[in-house]
């Protein structure tokens, strides 16, 4: 990307094995989920994770637009994946470019793995995820919002998906690339996972990395995962969970 | 049954009340919802804000880049608003090209901002006729719960009263230094309901509006823009009624742009 003040690659890797912002090498940025964060979506969810904001929305299962895409025997998914113009430091054109098309179908994908989207032929469910401040990673934080907001649908699904990125950067495999990491690092490696199956549905990859890395690499990611599997189930828990004596409050 | 159906018995019902002076939430005809404020949303941005009025929830961030003037005006910087209805922020809002609500919210903006001369435009001038700040205001509707303009001009304001030209970044000079705002315009916008003008509408009081009527007004007691949507008519009486509750409401909405909330 190459930010105009951007002069110099940082170290990204302290002697003491430490990260730009303190982290160790495999440890992920503070991440906040809130289910159900707007009011006229069918389901919606609103992630911080790092400096990422992220919110999603679901509508349907409801009518196929364009008409033509509408299937006989099950749901489709559409996907739009948008970044706001102010989320980046150069401004973003607004509008669909390449990157955002083929994130939104490599998105769309993952979650055509799990959702029993034969449960509503001849309709769609459409996921629309809005990156309002961008700080690497937001394929992945935008496939956790959605995910999350689907379940706030009711959308029937084998698996929540929890995602990451994994990257290297001065020289180590690393967890939760941010950005400097991500502009300067060596190797980027988004992927999503179904954690009841253990199993990926989206695995990207650019950079350059050894065979022993990659393996490297994807045991760090899943065991990513599944952490932030546990702060989309809470979020869901925090959203709709009813302590005896209360039902009805929410 | 049907999105149409429930619509039009919903509309039925507003019109019931109003004709009782009355609104489904509760509210008085000259009450807004509550407003909130929060300065400094997107980081990303060089000013932003997230607006909230009542389930209506609209973010607007501010980019200054450095780019070329217009050739008939030299001296003068570049303002450009765009407001995105994103599909996200309601069921009634597809993806593809701006649609005209989404063409009027940003014009309707966009005139009040420039109006208003809330931005002293030959001030973004770096060089004349070369090198000018370009300053980009973009809205995004994230919860479209009715009346998107005013949230949408409160955004705005409210990004650009806490905006910074990023001028070291840019090499243009030493330091980055606050954007001088001059005016504060905010807008206001009211609906015909029957024989009673609400303002603040609800998406659904929207729907069953015959008229909307919006006017922005500024600090120094101008009307600096208006605009008539929806089908339906407006006397001259209710006109100069609405402007008076119009400045009233902006003094307290100015307030709540620049600083605290209410």
Not at chain 1, 116 to 128: C, K, L
Not at chain 1, 208 to 216: D, G, I, Q, V
Not at chain 2, 112 to 117: H, L, Q, S, Y
Not at chain 2, 158 to 173: D, E, M, N, Q, W
Request: glycine letters at 8%; proline letters at 5%; a negative charge.
């Amino acid at each position: 990307m190459g930010s105009v003040g951007a002069k110099d690659v940082p170290v990204l890797l302290s002697p003491e094995g430490l990260r730009i912002d303190g982290r160790r090498v495999d440890e992920l940025r503070p991440i906040k989920i809130q289910a159900g964060a707007l009011k006229h979506a069918d389901g919606s969810a609103f992630v911080e994770w790092g400096a990422n904001k992220v919110m999603a929305a679901v509508y349907g299962p409801r009518e196929v637009h364009p008409r033509h895409l509408q299937q006989n025997t099950k749901a489709v998914i559409q996907c739009k994946y948008n970044m706001a113009a102010f989320s980046v430091d150069e401004r973003k054109r607004p509008g669909l470019d390449r990157r955002s098309q083929e994130i939104s179908k490599v998105i769309a994908e993952a979650f055509e793995s799990v959702v029993f989207a034969e449960e509503f032929p001849r309709t769609s469910i459409d996921v629309y995820i809005e990156v309002l401040q961008a700080n690497a990673g937001t394929r992945c934080a935008g496939l956790v919002a959605a995910s999350v907001a689907l379940a706030d649908a009711g959308i029937p699904m084998a698996d929540l998906l929890p995602a990451v990125a994994v990257g290297k950067a001065g020289g180590a495999i690393i967890l939760d690339l941010k950005k400097e990491e991500d502009n300067f690092g060596e190797a980027d490696l988004p992927m999503a996972l179904v954690p009841q199956s253990g199993r990926l549905v989206l695995l990207q990859m650019e950079g350059h990395m050894t065979r022993e890395e990659l393996s490297k690499a994807l045991d760090l990611g899943v065991k990513g995962c599944r952490d932030i599997y546990e702060v989309m189930k809470q979020a869901l828990r925090d959203r709709y969970m009813v302590t005896p004596g209360q039902e009805g409050a929410a | 049954m049907s999105e149409e159906v429930t619509a039009e018995i919903l509309t039925t019902h507003i019109l019931d009340l109003a004709g009782k002076g009355k609104r489904l939430d509760g509210r008085a005809a000259d009450e807004y919802r509550k407003i909130t404020v929060e300065h400094g949303f997107v980081t990303t941005a060089d000013g932003s804000a997230l607006v909230r009025i009542g389930e209506t929830a609209v973010l607007s961030g501010i980019k200054l880049e450095p780019g070329k003037p217009f050739p008939d005006t030299p001296n003068a910087g570049v303002l450009t608003t765009n407001a995105e209805l994103i599909p996200l922020s309601s069921p009634v809002f597809e993806p593809g090209p701006p649609q005209p609500g989404a063409i009027e919210v940003s014009r309707v903006v966009d005139r009040a901002i420039r109006a208003a001369e809330t931005i002293d435009l030959t001030r973004l001038c770096v060089t004349p006729g070369e090198k000018t700040w370009v300053c980009y205001v973009d809205i995004h509707v994230l919860d479209h719960g009715g009346n998107l303009i005013d949230a949408a001009l409160l955004a705005a304001l409210g990004a650009l009263t806490h905006a910074t030209v990023p001028a070291k970044r840019f090499g243009i000079a030493e330091a980055d230094y606050p954007l001088e705002v001059l005016h504060l315009p905010v807008e206001c916008t009211f609906v015909r309901l029957g024989e009673t003008i609400m303002v603040d509408p609800t998406f659904d009081e929207e729907r069953a509006a015959q008229g909307r009527l919006t006017i922005a007004t500024d600090e120094t007691g101008r009307i600096v823009a208006m605009q008539k949507g929806l089908v339906g008519a407006f006397s001259p009486e209710d006109i100069k009624a609405m402007v008076e509750r119009a400045f009233a409401h902006g003094e307290r909405m100015r307030a709540i742009a620049k600083g605290g909330n209410a």
